[in-house]
């Protein structure tokens, strides 16, 4: 069975760092995109980026590239969204994904989700 | 940037009614196109891909067409569990993207 756990919420004050992460198991890691989705409270859905695991190739929406950064250590099958200084405007949920495979299904399997509340 | 442009942005039926949401993209993307369903509180679902591929275990009453700039989700018999939103994503290009959602309410 594929699975994505994403690690727990998280509050924080304006200006301090964080990573999350999105492990993924049932499957081969490194043959599939892990895309990381933001959901602002009572809002849709943002596309912030994704990374291949097997290459580390990486994209990033223009609305997040320099406000992120996504990695990937395909030794533990895990994947990583950080920010170096969080704002107020960080506070959602953040989702990551599975994507591609053949045929491409965009995403297929989604983690539950990782709470980020950033308050002062 | 690929824009998407869902509507409506709300819809207000009746369960036993045929529901259509329609998902316009700025660009050709020819079938890359999928379709999820969010509850509150839970992670999206995805119910098509490739525009008219149902994915695995997702009632036959979803259904998804078009191709290009043009897309539709229908749901031919709306059910009590179906009230949700809905969005659509391009995954054509080199950065993929969201429609804005459509929630579909209870009339």
């Known amino acids: 069975e594929v699975q994505l756990v994403q690690s727990g919420a998280e509050v924080k004050k304006p200006g301090e760092s964080l990573k999350i992460s999105c492990k993924g198991s049932?499957?081969?890691?490194?043959?599939?995109?892990i895309g990381w989705v933001r959901q602002m409270p009572g809002k849709g859905l943002e596309w912030m980026g994704i990374?291949?695991?097997?290459?580390?190739?990486?994209r990033y929406s223009p609305s997040f590239q320099g406000q992120v950064t996504i990695s990937a250590d395909k030794s533990i099958s895990t994947a990583y969204l950080q920010w170096s200084s969080l704002k107020a405007s960080d506070t959602a949920m953040y989702y990551c994904?599975?994507?591609?495979?053949?045929?491409?299904?965009?995403?297929?399997?989604w983690g539950q989700g990782t709470l980020v509340t950033v308050s002062s | 940037d690929i824009q998407m442009t869902q509507s409506p942005s709300t819809l207000s039926a009746s369960v036993g009614d045929r529901v259509t949401i329609t998902c316009r993209a700025s660009?050709?993307?020819?079938?890359?196109l999928a379709w999820y369903q969010q509850k509150p509180g839970k992670a999206p679902k995805l119910l098509i891909y490739?525009?008219?591929s149902l994915e695995s275990g997702v009632p036959s009453r979803f259904s998804g067409s078009g191709s290009g700039t043009e897309f539709t989700l229908t749901i031919s018999s709306l059910q009590p569990d179906d009230f949700a939103t809905y969005y659509c994503?391009?995954?054509?290009?080199?950065?993929?993207?969201f429609g804005q959602g459509t929630k579909v309410e209870i009339k």
């Open positions: 994904a599975r994507g591609g495979g053949s045929p491409n299904r965009g995403f297929d399997s």
């Open positions: 049932g499957y081969s890691f490194t043959s599939y995109w």
């Open positions: 990374i291949y695991p097997g290459d580390s190739e990486s």
């Open positions: 660009q050709s993307i020819s079938s890359w």
């Open positions: 490739k525009a008219s």
């Open positions: 994503q391009q995954y054509n290009s080199y950065l993929w993207t």
